[in-house]
């Protein structure tokens, strides 16, 4: 399967605005690229590429005064098979998990375990560690949480997530890490493409987020929004938390005035 996949963000800054873009697929999908990823920008201004502590591709450049749009357009090969699932898949005890996933055992900015933690217990103490558990909490936040664009919050927390019951993918998934990882479960955010590829079409297309969870000795993505596994993800960037991969991080005031993403089955490459 072929999947087509881009973005065009505008924005306008009132002076020279330094920025930060995090939105680039990941260097471990660089080859199964069947046509390169091109970023461009109108008008053209100088960037400079380098990777985060999390791996993430991340671009540096200075927007302009006044109007500027980033643009960004690939194909990629796909298995065309929904996301893999094990439910044989155990929980690692915290002594024996890689040093790289201790991080996500901790609390961070949009995901306070220390307020969760009581509730994690009490909900989900009781069921069998492994991937039967994590689904059981990407259940329950699924049904939980209701989605609304018109209650986006861009400062609320999972706890937040957790009294109000509303909000966008961004906070089913910082609800289902900060369960996870009360549980010692290590659990990351993940930011990327999610097309309607083998589901019914879910309205305009947005960057998504879902959650991974280190169970069965490896990464397994679950996904609380959406609750389902799902065809032709595409992770462009991974961190603790929203807070850890905006896709525009902006050193100054801006206003967004263009934003569109699309990311569709192609039969064959075209221009």
Do not use: K
């Not at 995090?22 to 990823?37: G, K, T, V, Y």
């Not at 994590?134 to 949480?145: K, M, N, T, W």
């Amino acid at each position: 399967m072929l999947i087509r996949f881009g973005y065009e963000i505008s924005v306008n800054c009132a002076v020279e605005t330094p920025m930060i873009s995090l939105l680039e697929i990941r260097d471990e999908r660089r080859s199964d690229l069947r046509a390169p990823e091109v970023i461009t920008t109108t008008p053209q201004v100088p960037m400079v590429l380098y990777h985060d502590m999390f791996g993430n591709t991340c671009r540096r450049f200075v927007a302009p005064a006044g109007d500027l749009t980033i643009s960004g357009d690939g194909i990629i090969a796909d298995s065309g098979l929904p996301d893999p699932e094990d439910w044989d898949a155990q929980e690692t005890p915290i002594a024996q998990l890689p040093d790289d996933a201790l991080v996500y055992l901790l609390g961070s900015r949009y995901c306070e375990t220390d307020r969760i933690s009581q509730i994690a217990w009490d909900m989900f103490g009781g069921l069998a560690p492994g991937w039967g558990r994590v689904q059981a909490i990407s259940d329950f936040v699924h049904g939980h949480i209701r989605f609304d664009y018109q209650n986006a919050r861009s400062t609320r927390t999972a706890y937040e997530a957790w009294e109000e019951g509303t909000g966008v993918c961004r906070d089913f998934t910082h609800l289902g890490i900060a369960f996870c990882r009360a549980l010692n479960i290590p659990a990351r955010y993940v930011n990327g493409y999610l097309g309607d590829i083998g589901v019914p079409i879910g309205g305009p297309m947005d960057f998504s987020a879902w959650m991974e969870a280190f169970v069965g000795g490896r990464w397994h993505a679950f996904d609380p929004r959406n609750n389902q596994r799902r065809i032709g993800r595409i992770v462009v960037a991974r961190g603790r938390d929203a807070a850890d991969v905006p896709l525009l991080h902006s050193f100054g005031p801006h206003v967004l005035t263009g934003f569109t993403v699309r990311c569709d089955e192609v039969e064959e490459i075209t221009a």
